[in-house]
């Protein structure tokens, strides 16, 4: 792709429990540095049922759904590791970059040096536990972003945004 056709980006990267369990935070940080992507917010999120289902809303009938759960919420490996974290990254064709450096959705199909092929595996019950979850398109990433961050947790207004008044306080939403 030459210069002019590159364009910014916005794409949301989650570490899933797994990462946390098998140490991979630095390590996939790192990968994500070949990139030359900038993070733009970052924090420490305890996953709830609701948000599983808002996140994974094209999944919500699949047999695998409780399972996925399961996976995703950390409840798979215990209180220690009920949590994920979650990282907005920007810079030029930041989607398809990142979605290259972590592989296919399934662990065994992907490349074995992406993220996914070395460090990912299909559990007892069956799911795909493939340490990393990352937008697949700018639309994705819109509604992905603005479920998981709110506009004051990053450091610019990437999308639209308006004030509303929450117990007497003015505070910014995604408009
Ligand atoms: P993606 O994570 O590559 O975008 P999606 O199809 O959006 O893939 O699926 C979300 C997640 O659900 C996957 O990352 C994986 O953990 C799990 N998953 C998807 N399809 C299956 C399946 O057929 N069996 C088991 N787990 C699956
Ligand atoms: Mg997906």
Redesign the pocket.
């Given at each position: 792709m030459t210069e002019a056709t590159k364009k910014l980006q916005y794409t949301l990267i989650i570490m899933?429990p797994d990462a946390l369990v098998k140490s991979l935070t630095g390590n996939i940080l790192a990968r994500f540095l070949e990139a030359r992507l900038r993070i733009i917010g970052a924090k420490v999120v305890k996953v709830s049922r609701e948000l599983v289902e808002l996140h994974?809303a094209?999944?919500i009938d699949?047999p695998?759904f409780d399972?996925?759960y399961e996976?995703?919420s950390g409840k798979t490996y215990g209180p220690d590791y009920e949590r994920v974290l979650v990282f907005v990254y920007e810079g030029e064709d930041a989607i398809s970059k990142v979605?290259r450096i972590?592989g296919?959705?399934?662990p065994l199909e992907a490349d074995p040096i992406s993220i996914?092929g070395a460090y990912?595996r299909?559990n007892k019950k069956?799911?795909?536990?493939?340490v990393?979850?990352?937008?697949?398109s700018e639309e994705?990433a819109k509604k992905e972003i603005c479920l998981w961050v709110d506009p004051d947790e990053i450091i610019k207004e990437i999308y639209p945004t308006k004030k509303v008044i929450k117990n007497n306080y003015e505070v910014i939403e995604w408009a």
């Open positions: 899933k994974y094209h999944l699949e695998f399972d996925l996976y995703f979605r972590a296919a959705t399934n996914r990912g299909i069956g799911v795909m536990e493939n990393i979850h990352c937008s697949d994705s």
